[in-house]
């Protein structure tokens, strides 16, 4: 009897050995758990207290050593008693960060693209933002206050007062050393940051070289002092 149809069959079996391994490798390593997240906002607004529950989703997309976030609204939140004219409208909000990493990601969506009639809920939409990681671990990101922007003011504050559990849990591998430099100071979502004046502690050899200058013309000062005093006993 020939070996050939025993050959064939043990090699069948072992690829298909080696497809399942490789299968149950990949669904061991989760990089992301997203889910839909009821939000209970409570809203302070121009024409008074209001509340809506809206399911909030929040995606993160890699992109080089940054992330693209965005989060998502099925449901409207507030509305406005009068006519809000094409573009006069955008959102914004804040993600709270947990777990290996801490403070939040702001988040922006652009100006609505149709008048809104009055007395109808605001159709929040999609938000995106940037988040940069300075470390791997998992991290989650939470719903934090949106604010709705319409006609030249913060028409809306809303608030999650449902303490909501976290839409998106991200693992983030990959980072050289373990981390990475810290995203700029109270950059928001368009990119922009914020200039605190504050003057960064001097580290560099070109600093050194002024203290190490600083500390010569002191004991060159001493030493004359001394050589002067010197002198002066001399002379008596």
Known sequence: ????????????????AVVVAGAAVLAGAP?????????DYACETKIGPKGAVSPVGIKAVRSGSAYTVTMSFEKGVSDSPVELPKGVMTPRA????????????????????AAIPPDTPISIGTLTGTYTPKKNGRVTFTAGTL???ALGMDAAVCKPKNNPRP?????????????????????????????TGAELPRTGPLDSAVALGTLGGTVLLTGAAGVLWLTRRTAR
Not at 31 to 39: H, K, M
Not at 99 to 112: L, Q, R
Not at 167 to 194: F, H
């Open 31 to 39: 990089t992301a758990q997203a889910a839909v997240v009821d939000i």
């Open 167 to 195: 839409a998106l849990e991200l693992e983030v591998t990959g980072l050289s050393g373990g981390s990475a430099a810290p995203p700029p100071a109270d950059a928001d979502a368009d990119g922009d940051e914020s200039d």
């Open 94 to 113: 804040e993600l709270v960060l947990g777990g290996a990493d801490s403070g939040t990601v702001k988040v922006k969506g652009t100006p609505n693209t």
């Open 147 to 149: 604010t709705v922007h």
């Open 1 to 16: 009897m020939s070996k050939e149809p025993n050959r064939r069959r043990r090699t069948a079996a072992l690829t298909a």
